[in-house]
């Protein structure tokens, strides 16, 4: 499951990022000495990929910059807060509904002075402030800014009380930014954070598979334990799943102290879609609250091209017959590719009234590149072979339709899909 973050707002984010009177270091982490892009070291083979042909290594994802935070900083001299960051911890998610911290305060200074506003990072914290050990509305305008200023007398003691809500999963950051009067504080970020962790144990906690073909069938094996429960059990695997992939096998064991557990084999592939980068399978359990699901990550080449994919004749007059060249061609200069046939997936077309001609590229052809209206770049023609369509006169009916999938003689390519309709008249 992935991690979420409060909304933040805007203004909360620059002064935060800013720095703040008290010269706060709120920068995020350092960059990782070498990018994704330019010298990371790909990772060793996963024990999840298997032997397929075609697979190769697939580089890990960069991990995101931690949002700052006030963990582990000193209290800034002058500030109001003896409490500037509160961390709630790890909770089970849909364990509790909502936990409490407070941020004491005192206006350390010999004057009255006034808060000016108080601006939660997102609706999910619910603030209350005390002085004096009294209850003080926070009253807001539409733009949840306070309606009017707050007068804090000199020396006052204080809290202010946050209730996160904690609904959701992965690692909740927020802020409350905090505006007065004193000059020695005019602006101060606090932090909270919690971590609401799923029960359920995934070994491994993402499922790598790399960079495949589009016809390897590459598989994979997920064990899973319940932090909370020693009997458990999956019901069902969810029907909606990302194309090619499969679950082939759950199987209950339980290990020497009693706990149940279990190993899902599945596999990814093949007639996997082109340009697809995998997807999460979910798994419902006899916890209706707690269900889980296996994330499984590929990076799915395109080995060959088709454009265009999708076209309308628009409304045409039946006494004219309409044309239209699809281009197909392989994405590797060195690979082969050879149009087998094409088959009509659906067709509210009679027979008789279309006509499709495929054309191969001429052979030992110069390189010509050509642009494409709608395509936004350069066709390799003397590597492309083109699909005819034609539309011909006196064509029945009010619309027409027709979808076809080409194949292709070469086995590593996987069909590639066009279609189009129209809307006749006379």
């Given at each position: 499951m992935?991690?979420?973050?409060?909304?933040f707002?805007?203004?909360?984010?620059?002064?935060?990022?800013?720095?703040?009177a008290?010269?706060?270091?709120?920068?995020?982490?350092?960059?990782?000495?070498?990018?994704?892009?330019?010298?990371?070291?790909?990772?060793?083979?996963?024990?999840?990929?298997?032997?397929?042909?075609?697979?190769t290594?697939?580089?890990?994802?960069?991990?995101?910059?931690?949002?700052?935070?006030?963990?582990?900083?000193?209290?800034?001299?002058?500030?109001?807060?003896?409490?500037i960051?509160?961390?709630f911890?790890?909770?089970?998610?849909?364990?509790?509904?909502?936990?409490?911290?407070?941020?004491?305060?005192?206006?350390?200074?010999?004057?009255?002075?006034?808060?000016?506003?108080i601006?939660?990072?997102?609706?999910?914290?619910?603030?209350?402030?005390?002085?004096?050990?009294?209850?003080?509305?926070?009253?807001?305008?539409?733009?949840?800014?306070?309606?009017?200023?707050?007068?804090i007398?000199?020396?006052?003691?204080?809290?202010?009380?946050?209730?996160?809500?904690?609904?959701?999963?992965?690692?909740?950051?927020?802020?409350?930014?905090?505006?007065?009067?004193?000059?020695?504080?005019?602006?101060?970020?606090?932090?909270?954070?919690?971590?609401?962790?799923?029960?359920?144990?995934?070994?491994?906690?993402?499922?790598?598979?790399?960079?495949?073909?589009?016809?390897?069938?590459?598989?994979?094996?997920?064990?899973?334990?319940?932090?909370?429960?020693?009997?458990?059990?999956i019901?069902?695997?969810?029907?909606?799943?990302?194309?090619?992939?499969?679950?082939?096998?759950?199987?209950?064991?339980?290990?020497?102290?009693?706990?149940?557990?279990?190993?899902?084999?599945?596999?990814?592939?093949?007639?996997?879609?082109?340009?697809?980068?995998?997807?999460?399978?979910l798994?419902?359990?006899?916890?209706?609250?707690?269900?889980?699901?296996?994330?499984?990550?590929?990076?799915?080449?395109?080995?060959?091209?088709?454009f265009?994919?999708?076209?309308?004749?628009?409304?045409?007059?039946?006494?004219?017959?309409?044309?239209?060249t699809?281009?197909?061609?392989?994405?590797?200069?060195?690979?082969k590719?050879?149009?087998?046939?094409?088959?009509?997936?659906?067709?509210?077309?009679?027979?008789?009234?279309?006509e499709?001609?495929?054309?191969?590229?001429?052979?030992?052809a110069?390189?010509?590149?050509?642009?494409?209206?709608?395509?936004?770049?350069k066709v390799?023609?003397?590597?492309?072979w083109?699909?005819?369509?034609?539309?011909?006169?006196?064509?029945?009916?009010?619309?027409v339709?027709?979808?076809?999938?080409?194949?292709?003689?070469?086995?590593?390519?996987?069909?590639?899909v066009?279609?189009?309709?129209?809307?006749?008249?006379?």
């Open positions: 992935r991690p979420t973050i409060f909304p707002l805007s203004l909360g984010i620059l002064l935060f990022l800013a720095g703040t008290f010269s706060q270091d709120t920068q995020p982490g350092k960059k990782p000495a070498a990018d994704s892009k330019k010298g990371t070291p790909r990772t060793k083979p996963s024990t999840n990929q298997s032997k397929d042909e075609g697979m290594n697939f580089p890990p994802m960069p991990a995101p910059a931690p949002y700052p935070t006030n963990k582990g900083k000193k209290i800034p001299k002058g500030c109001w807060f003896k409490k960051h509160i961390d911890g790890t909770f089970i998610e849909n364990s509790q509904e909502n936990v409490t911290g407070e941020y004491p305060l005192e206006n350390q200074t010999d004057d009255p002075q006034q808060i000016r506003n601006i939660p990072s997102c609706k999910c914290q619910k603030l209350r402030l005390f002085i004096n050990d009294k209850e003080v509305k926070l009253e807001k305008d539409n733009n949840l800014n306070l309606k009017s200023p707050i007068t007398p000199p020396h006052s003691k204080g809290k202010l009380v946050l209730t996160l809500d904690l609904s959701g999963s992965g690692k909740r950051i927020g802020d409350i930014r905090v505006e007065t009067t004193d000059p020695r504080m005019p602006t101060f970020t606090l932090t909270a954070e919690a971590l609401l962790k799923s029960p359920y144990e995934l070994s491994p906690r993402v499922v790598e598979l790399g960079n495949i073909v589009p016809t390897a069938k590459v598989s994979f094996t997920v064990t899973v334990r319940n932090s909370l429960k020693k009997d458990w059990k019901i069902k695997v969810n029907e909606a799943m990302p194309p090619a992939m499969k679950v082939d096998k759950i199987d209950r064991r339980t290990d020497s102290k009693g706990w149940v557990y279990y190993v899902i084999t599945g596999t990814y592939g093949p007639n996997i879609p082109e340009g697809s980068i995998g997807g999460t399978i798994f419902h359990t006899d916890d209706p609250k707690n269900n889980f699901q296996i994330e499984v990550r590929a990076n799915v080449a395109e080995k060959v091209e088709l265009p994919s999708f076209w309308t004749f628009d409304r045409f007059s039946r006494s004219e017959p309409q044309e239209k699809v281009y197909v061609w392989p994405t590797n200069e060195t690979d590719m050879t149009i087998d046939r094409i088959e009509i997936l659906r067709a509210i077309l009679p027979k008789e009234f279309y499709l001609k495929i054309e191969p590229p001429k052979k030992d110069k390189a010509v590149y050509k642009t494409i209206d709608g395509l936004g770049k390799p023609m003397h590597r492309a083109k699909i005819h369509v034609r539309i011909k006169k006196g064509v029945p009916g009010r619309v339709r027709l979808k076809c999938a080409v194949y292709f003689k070469e086995g590593e390519f996987v069909p590639k066009f279609h189009f309709n129209g809307f006749p008249h006379d």
